[in-house]
Structure formats: structure tokens, C-alpha cells
């Protein structure tokens, strides 16, 4: 498990009966809502990532941020969603069953991510169904939640994900 996944941790009542190394696509339930947390973002990481990868002013130029619509520097939205991939990654997707995804739909950014923010992922499987044309995986259809200290959702999406089944 990596450096970041060990300063995070589960924090539903209830998880998975088996860790991500032994999942496979039976071990997903429809209606299983899963929450894991927290993770936070600096001043400093926002200003880095936007500079490499979404260098707007709202995300790079304290200043400028100070006199925006958000009245301060905020986190790139695709920032934001790479916090919630990397909770996703650690906490709830496969490392042994995950085979890819199509896509995802409903991509939201509700609410900005700021600096200090303590971040933490909510899950619902939304549906698992047996693939119609390769009976070794079915298809996971995923709601996933960043959710900030306020319980504000800043990023959203209904995510696909192809999975190996642990028997045919």
C-alpha cells in the first residue's frame, strides 16, 4: 500500500469483507455506500498543479484569486478530481479485478476545493450487472463523492468500471 493510502482509512461503519488485493466483481453490492477519508490539499500543491497542468489565474495568482467570483485561490477542478481517483485507487477500486473503464457521466464541480480542506470519498454502486459478451467480468456503475468538512460535494460523477469476476 502506498505512503498516501496509510494516512487515509475507512470510515463507514461497514467495508468490504475483503481488501482491495483480494476483490473481485462479486464482492460489490448495489446500494453499498462506502466512505474514506481524509485527504487535504496545501496552498502550495494547488498552485503547482494548476502551474503544470491549468494555469488560470483563479488557481495560480494569489491576488488575482483574492478579487475573483471565489474570493480566494481554489483547486483546478481536474486537481480536485485527482484527489478523489487517488482515494477511489486506494480504497475502493480492485488492484486485482479492475480491467478499465468507458467512461464516466455527470461530472460536476459543485463546490470549489481550498486550500486546508480535509477531503474524503463516498461511494454508492449504483449497479453491478454480468457482462452480456465476456462472461469472465461484469460492469460496476459507481457514484462517486469528494465531500469536504462541510459536507459539500465539490466533485461528482457516475463512474463504469469493468471487472473480473473471481469464477465464470
Known amino acids: ?6 494516512r487515509t482509512r475507512t470510515l463507514s461503519a461497514t467495508d468490504f469483507a475483503v481488501p482491495p488485493e483480494d476483490r473481485y466483481f462479486e464482492d460489490y453490492t448495489e446500494g453499498a455506500v462506502y466512505e474514506y477519508g481524509h485527504v487535504s490539499v496545501s496552498e502550495d500543491e494547488i ?7 491549468d494555469p488560470q489565474p483563479i488557481h495560480i495568482d ?3 484569486a483574492a478579487t475573483g467570483p471565489f474570493g480566494g485561490l481554489i483547486a483546478s477542478g481536474w486537481h480536485s478530481c485527482g484527489l478523489m481517483m487517488r482515494l477511489l485507487a486506494d480504497h475502493y477500486l480492485s488492484r486485482v479485478a479492475s480491467l478499465a473503464s468507458p467512461g464516466g457521466d455527470e461530472l460536476r464541480w459543485a463546490v470549489p476545493v481550498r486550500p486546508g480542506d480535509q477531503l474524503r470519498l463516498r461511494t454508492t454502486t449504483l449497479e453491478t450487472r454480468a457482462s452480456r459478451t465476456k ?26 468500471n469493468m471487472m473480473r469476476k473471481r469464477s465464470v
Open 1 to 6: 500500500m502506498t505512503q498516501h493510502a496509510v
Open 47 to 53: 498552485v503547482r498543479y494548476a502551474e503544470q497542468f
Open 62 to 64: 494569489r491576488e488575482f
Open 135 to 160: 462472461p469472465d467480468r461484469g460492469i460496476l456503475r459507481t457514484r462517486i463523492e469528494l465531500v469536504n468538512q462541510d459536507d459539500l460535494v465539490p466533485v461528482s460523477l457516475v463512474a463504469m
